[in-house]
């Protein structure tokens, strides 16, 4: 049994324009500095989490059987975890092969301006809403959320029950920078490798010897930190799997790309059988989800890319941390205020959305730069006979 919000998407990765190409040496990136397909990808996901949460609002109501091939937020969840593993990695061994170790100053610094902005924002607009008796909260419910531990708080209000899965973005955040830092990029690898193997094992010892804590299994970070795992094996492995012939060769397949969808939405619509998905169906899921992320990326060109590519679709991308923040207060099937009703509440998610992306984080990611240059200058790259990183 999973909390009454269900899951929803963890916060986009933006990076300062520049800073990506740089990094991501030669993985193809757009003129903006953007990965080309990954912006594609996230607005499937919202999209996925908008369809899942909007599909009982008032004036929106599908007959049973359809309603329930639309229970896709998870899905999306689990690919932005993915995507999220993926994209901190790769900029991480990039900065230990360019400067010979990570500043967590630096990253710390970068996630800061990127995500506390936006979301303290949110808190602060709920909590008046609140103080007005617009909304209602729970117990204990606003300290989770400024602390980031949502995803151990289960008996949580609607409004920020979302939550949960920027609390499990902020400490892979916290944890995985130094886990590098202090393993190194082969130790750290390894460590992730090894984990997508020991959550199946946590997520089953869990259900059978803590049934008290059943309700948190795919929230708490233990449960769930495989699927971002997945992505940092991806990152650190994509070197290695560019020079083995036949994978790349399947991997520019169409038929491969169908396939991974078809496992990918039939391991999803197995979830409810827990004996499926907690050993084996939540990790192929995101072994799957990896591949089709790695799919698009060799294939930016083909009709699924250029779809993915295309400036609508991607720009729903760029606003999917604000869309995701915003949606949930507006798409509350338990409520019959006129802004909760569709398609009213689609309207007001996207007004919310495009305030918080254009007042609150634009602004701040500019400042961002500004003051990163300032604060923090980078120390001198190393020479390339210095630098002997495995990656």
Known sequence: MQPMSGPDL???????????????GDLATSTSGRIPCLDGIRALSITLVIVAHGKDTLGYRLPENIGHLLNLGSLG????????????????????????????????????????PAFYAFVVVILVAEAIGWVSLREYDAIHA?????NYHYDRAWHFGHL???AVEEQFYLLWPAILLVAGARGGIAIAAAYTLIAPCVRVLTWVYLPESRVGIGETFQTVADSIAIGCVLAAARPWLD????????QRRRTTVVGLLIIIFTANHLRGSISISYPIGETVTNVCIALFIDWCLRNPTSRLGSMLNWQPIAYVGVLSYSLYLWQQPFLNRGSDALVSNFPLNIV???????????????????????????WLPRPAVKSRQEDTSPV
């Open 146 to 150: 400024v602390t980031y531990t949502t």
């Open 243 to 250: 020079k083995q012939a036949l994978f790349v060769h399947l």
């Open 10 to 24: 963890p916060p986009i990765l933006a990076s300062e324009p520049g800073y990506l190409e740089n990094a991501l």
């Open 77 to 116: 969840v689990r690919v932005f975890f993915v995507i999220s593993g993926f994209l901190i990695t790769t900029l991480l061994l990039a900065e230990i092969k360019k400067y010979g170790t990570i500043s967590l100053r630096h990253f710390y610094f970068r996630r800061t301006f990127r995500i506390f």
């Open 164 to 166: 949960w899965s920027l």
């Open 348 to 374: 007001c998610m996207v007004a919310a959305a495009l305030a918080s992306y254009y007042l609150i984080e634009k602004p701040f990611l500019k400042r961002r730069v500004s003051l990163g240059k300032k």
